[in-house]
Structures are given as C-alpha cells and as structure tokens.
C-alpha cells in the first residue's frame, strides 16, 4: 500500500471507491478522475480503491492507473466494510465516496468538494444522468417514474457519488451494517445539510434487463426494511403521493406508472421472500449495466 501522493498541488479531496467484481468498468471510471498531477481544474486527489471479495482483476486493473491509485484488497465482500477501510487509510476532506460504476470527471469531483468545504454544505451529490441506451421499456418506464419521487430527485439516493465535508463525516463515520448506504448517508442529512450540484454530473448505468432490475429492486427493498421508523413512512407516503401527482398531471403516463408500480412490488415480494428464507442482498447483484 503506497502512501497518499500529493506531487506538486494541494489535495483537494479523497475519493474512495468500494469495488466488488469491476473489472470491466473500474477502468472507466478511474481515466475519468486520475492524472498525473494537476490539472486546469487545479485538483490533485488522494484515490483509494478498496476491492472487497474480488475474483476477478480489479484489482490489477485499479493498479495499473499508478501511484495515483492506492489500492485496498479484502476478502471481505462488504462495501459497508470496504468503505471503513478506505476511511482507515485516509485522513483528506472532503471526502469522496464513489460506486464503481459510474462515471464522473475530476471538475465534477471539484465542484463536490467545494460545496461541502467552505459551500456551507455537510453532504452534496452529483446530478444524475441515466443511460438508458439499450434497456428494453420496461426498465425506462420504471426510472421515468422512479426519477420523479422526492427523495430520489431531491436527495441522495442513487447519484454513485456523495461528497462529506470533515463534519458531514463525522456524523457517518459509524457506518453500519447496512445494505442501503444511499439510503442511511441520504438520511444522515437535512435537506438544509445537503445539496445536489448541478454542475457535477454523474452517469449512472441502470440495468439491461428486467430481471436484474427485479434483483436491484429486492435488495434495496431488503436494504430499506433494516432502517423502517418514522421517517421511512414520511419517504414513502411522499413518493406515493408523487405518483398520483404524475398520474394527475399526465394521464398518459399510466402505462409507465403501472411498469414502475408492478416492478417495485414484485421487487419487494421477491426481498420478503428472500429474507424469509436467510438470504443475503448481496447475492442480488445487478450485471447487465456492467457489460
């Protein structure tokens, strides 16, 4: 393990990426975010790739990016604990958490960082951009829908990048053993606490097929139910009351209200179910967005 590098400019933050299985897209992200020192952007980051419960080369792949890259190895295949590793090794804030794959550039990291240091914020987040290039209808009706509820377009969920200022972390940095780190860094903050920065941009790859939607959908369902209380009914009334506006609004959306309605709850029966039987979310992992 290589010492954070610094070279000639000030780091302007961490950017630590759990990866399980990533070969195929670590690379992606990596020659977005990682350069040989600064740039017109005057950023320098301190990048630590944790591989947790890898068979595959993703460590390898991570590794060829250089000493701009520390890379972690674990057989753990926990982001939660993938996550606290990266935090162990780093002392840099802002603080960067990155999913593996999405895709964001180093002027999107910049601008996280500054609004969380020195922009009054303690979390912010990128702005979204779905790639739906290939997936069949289904799935676009469902985001379509899913786009629209509060707490997605609003909030923190399913953005792959979240920025913490020194203080934003310290109110996470227990990270617990939860499957739905969105959800629990989202709730961590206010809305007055957070921010999304439009001017970052992170691609976000949704699935390819049906099924693996189903499988992502069972998880965060299976994810979702390890933090129910108060403010997960406040969430959840809100969304519902979102989708009778876009039905209210826009008849003609029914069909895509009726494909998102459909695949939420197939996807929560088929966590109920799984969870009944002691299985884990880890097993339901999406591949086709990672072709």
Not at 85 to 114: C, H, K, Q, S, W
Not at 177 to 202: C, K
């Amino acid at each position: 393990m290589s010492e954070p590098r610094t070279g000639t400019g000030r780091v302007s933050a961490s950017v630590v990426v759990p990866a399980h299985n990533e070969e195929r897209v670590i690379g992606r992200l990596l020659s977005r975010i990682v350069s040989s020192g600064p740039d017109d952007t005057g950023a320098v980051f301190d990048v630590v790739v944790v591989c947790n419960g890898c068979k595959d080369r993703t460590a390898e792949v991570a590794s060829s990016f250089g000493p701009g890259v520390r890379v972690l190895s674990t057989d753990i295949p926990s982001k939660i604990n993938a996550l606290r590793m990266g935090n162990a090794v780093t002392d840099v804030f802002p603080r960067i958490y990155v999913d593996a794959d999405v895709e964001i550039d180093r002027a999107g990291l910049l601008a996280l960082a500054e609004a969380v240091d020195g922009g009054g914020y303690l979390a912010a987040g990128p702005e979204r951009v779905l790639d739906l290039a290939g997936s069949p209808w289904l799935v676009r009706a469902y985001y379509s829908v899913w786009s629209q509820l509060p707490v997605v377009s609003n909030g923190l969920i399913g953005r792959g990048v979240v920025a913490v200022s020194e203080r934003g972390h310290q109110r996470i940095a227990a990270l617990p053993d939860v499957v739905n780190d969105d959800l629990y860094l989202h709730r961590a903050f206010g809305p007055s606490e957070r921010t999304v920065v439009r001017s970052a941009r992170s691609m976000v790859h949704p699935p390819r097929k049906v099924a693996d939607l189903l499988r992502r959908r069972a998880r965060a369902s299976m994810g979702n139910a390890e933090q129910s209380g108060s403010r997960a009914r406040e969430e959840s009334t809100a969304s519902a009351r979102a989708v009778a506006g876009i039905l209210r609004r826009e008849p003609a959306q029914a069909p895509a209200i009726a494909a998102f309605v459909a695949i939420t709850l197939g996807g929560r029966l088929w966590g109920q179910a799984r969870a009944r039987r002691g299985g884990t979310p880890v097993w339901l992992r999406d591949n086709s967005s990672r072709a």
